[in-house]
């Protein structure tokens, strides 16, 4: 009898050598950006609250700019996961994210944490940022990603509600503990969850084992902080597990001179240490390796589930 669960498995990926300054073909890729603006940092009182959003100062388009030369440069392809607040005001940005070949996703409306709001408040910020995006772009917006990657084992309803919107895909899921959410023992790779309201491809965040614990080096502060040759070594141990390479990161983290809140010792050392390493390791993960949209990998985990279920039939 073949488990249930062969289903989901992805296949393994074949070794490759790792020739140094060459493309890696064999590793899967995404790149991902949240866009955000330099006060949407999560869960602390000196975040400004969304009433006031529209008073500050906004310095999200140059940074944006920096980004798709970038990308157009080196050749990649990204999911930008959009907040319905900024796409609103940045509509032309959108679009022109667009036309360069990316991918325009969802990340959700008011950047608000699924364990905090609850399921009806979680459910009516997705609607309202979809409807948002797609009036924009005039196209269906398949992916989606929870502010703060705050999905827990404890909000698991909130993949029912994520495909209820319509989403096809999501990368809400950081398999290790964190700040806001994580799921310590969650699945790696990607994988289909069967909602109540139908199949939802799950691609979780990218974390390799180091000294016993996961471990990210792919976004955020943990890129910032990791060295070249650490996340060298991360990167093919990803590709010996069979893992792709999601690699994440905010338009402040390439923004060194955005202003900065009163947050405590601990939070300031996580949201602001080594700024200015952001965009050379982004262009320099963008040079050694091919990246495409998040999307892609969503849809190419579905097929292997029906391809796995043709082939064993036994399996639910």
């Given at each position: 009898?073949?488990?249930?669960?062969?289903?989901?498995?992805?296949?393994?990926q074949?070794?490759?050598?790792?020739?140094?300054?060459?493309?890696?073909?064999?590793?899967?890729?995404?790149?991902?950006?949240?866009?955000?603006?330099?006060?949407?940092?999560?869960?602390?009182?000196?975040?400004?609250?969304?009433?006031?959003?529209?008073?500050?100062?906004?310095?999200?388009?140059?940074?944006?700019?920096?980004?798709?030369?970038?990308?157009?440069?080196?050749?990649?392809?990204?999911?930008?996961?959009?907040?319905?607040?900024?796409?609103?005001?940045?509509?032309?940005?959108?679009?022109?994210?667009?036309?360069?070949?990316?991918?325009?996703?969802?990340?959700?409306?008011?950047?608000?944490?699924?364990?905090?709001?609850?399921?009806?408040?979680?459910?009516?910020?997705?609607?309202?940022?979809?409807?948002?995006?797609?009036?924009?772009?005039?196209?269906?917006?398949?992916g989606?990603?929870?502010?703060?990657?705050?999905?827990?084992?404890?909000t698991?309803?909130?993949?029912?509600?994520?495909?209820?919107?319509?989403?096809?895909?999501?990368?809400?899921?950081?398999?290790?503990?964190?700040?806001?959410?994580?799921?310590?023992?969650?699945?790696?790779?990607?994988?289909?969850?069967?909602?109540?309201?139908g199949?939802?491809?799950?691609?979780?965040?990218?974390?390799?084992?180091?000294?016993?614990?996961?471990?990210?080096?792919?976004?955020?502060?943990?890129?910032?902080?990791?060295?070249?040759?650490?996340?060298?070594q991360?990167?093919?141990?990803?590709?010996?597990?069979?893992?792709?390479?999601?690699?994440?990161?905010?338009?402040?983290?390439?923004?060194?001179?955005?202003?900065?809140?009163?947050?405590?010792?601990?939070?300031?050392?996580?949201?602001?240490?080594?700024?200015r390493?952001?965009?050379?390791?982004?262009?320099?993960?963008?040079?050694?390796?091919?990246?495409?949209?998040?999307?892609?990998?969503?849809?190419e985990?579905?097929?292997?589930?029906q391809?796995?279920?043709?082939?064993?039939?036994?399996?639910?």
């Amino acid at each position: 009898t073949i488990p249930a669960t062969i289903s989901a498995i992805p296949p393994k990926q074949p070794d490759a050598a790792d020739d140094q300054g060459a493309k890696i073909k064999t590793l899967k890729t995404a790149m991902t950006i949240d866009v955000e603006d330099w006060y949407h940092i999560l869960d602390s009182p000196a975040t400004p609250t969304m009433d006031t959003w529209a008073s500050l100062e906004c310095r999200l388009a140059q940074s944006m700019d920096r980004l798709l030369e970038m990308f157009a440069r080196t050749g990649a392809q990204a999911t930008f996961f959009w907040l319905g607040w900024m796409a609103e005001r940045h509509k032309q940005l959108v679009r022109t994210c667009l036309q360069a070949g990316h991918e325009v996703a969802s990340h959700g409306y008011g950047h608000v944490l699924a364990y905090k709001v609850g399921r009806r408040a979680f459910q009516n910020d997705i609607l309202r940022a979809k409807g948002v995006i797609e009036d924009i772009t005039g196209q269906a917006v398949d992916g989606f990603r929870a502010a703060g990657f705050g999905i827990t084992p404890e909000t698991d309803w909130a993949f029912d509600v994520i495909r209820q919107a319509g989403h096809r895909y999501d990368s809400s899921v950081f398999p290790t503990a964190r700040a806001h959410g994580g799921m310590v023992n969650g699945r790696l790779g990607p994988h289909v969850l069967h909602t109540s309201n139908g199949p939802l491809s799950e691609c979780p965040m990218s974390v390799v084992q180091m000294l016993g614990h996961r471990v990210s080096l792919f976004g955020g502060g943990y890129l910032r902080l990791a060295p070249k040759w650490l996340i060298r070594q991360g990167v093919n141990q990803l590709r010996a597990t069979g893992q792709p390479m999601i690699v994440y990161a905010h338009p402040r983290e390439i923004d060194p001179d955005h202003p900065r809140l009163p947050l405590g010792f601990r939070r300031r050392f996580k949201c602001y240490v080594n700024l200015r390493t952001t965009m050379p390791k982004l262009e320099w993960l963008c040079q050694e390796h091919s990246f495409r949209t998040l999307r892609e990998l969503a849809a190419e985990t579905l097929t292997s589930e029906q391809t796995d279920r043709m082939t064993y039939p036994n399996a639910a």
